[in-house]
C-alpha cells in the first residue's frame, strides 16, 4: 500500500530491486532473490528509501544455517543449483556470490549495511528462512 491509502486498499507493483518508483510503501518482499544480486547491500538500501517509517520488507531465502550442518536431499540439491545457477548469477553483477545457501548471519551483515536496524526470522519451512527488516 502507498503511504496514506486506505486500509482496504492495495496496491501492488512488479520490478527490480532498484527501479521501485519513488513512491512510498508499507510493505516490500523479495522471493529467493536477495542471495543472486550483484549488489545486495544496494538493495537494501534502496528499499529502505522507498519503505514508509513503519514499513516492512519480507525476504524469503533458502534455509542455510550459519553452519553446514544441513545436508539434507533438499539442501544438497539447494547447493547444487547454487553453484550452477544462484553463484554464477552474482559474479556475472561483480557480486558477493553469496549462493542458494547465504547463511543468516551474512544476511543480517547486509541488512545493517543497508541500513535496517530491526529484523528478525518470523518463519522457517524445510526450504526457506522467512526473515521481517524494518527501518
Request: glycine share 8%; hydrophobic share 35%.
Amino acid at each position: 500500500m502507498h503511504q496514506g491509502s486506505r486500509a482496504d486498499e492495495c496496491d501492488l507493483c512488479r520490478g527490480k530491486a532498484y527501479r521501485l518508483s519513488g513512491k512510498r510503501y508499507d510493505f516490500i518482499g523479495h522471493f529467493d532473490y536477495l542471495h543472486n544480486m550483484g549488489d545486495p547491500v544496494g538493495a537494501a538500501k534502496h528499499v529502505k528509501k522507498t519503505l514508509t517509517q513503519n514499513g516492512t520488507w519480507m525476504i524469503v531465502e533458502p534455509f542455510a544455517n550459519d553452519r553446514v550442518d544441513n545436508l539434507s536431499q533438499v539442501c544438497s540439491v539447494d547447493y547444487a543449483v547454487s553453484t550452477m545457477v544462484c553463484v554464477p548469477t552474482s559474479l556475472a553483477s561483480s557480486g558477493p556470490a553469496l549462493g542458494a545457501q547465504a547463511v543468516e548471519t551474512r544476511l543480517q551483515d547486509m541488512l545493517v549495511e543497508g541500513g535496517f536496524t530491526r529484523f528478525r526470522r518470523t518463519t522457517q519451512t524445510l526450504f526457506n528462512l522467512v526473515r521481517e527488516a524494518r527501518p
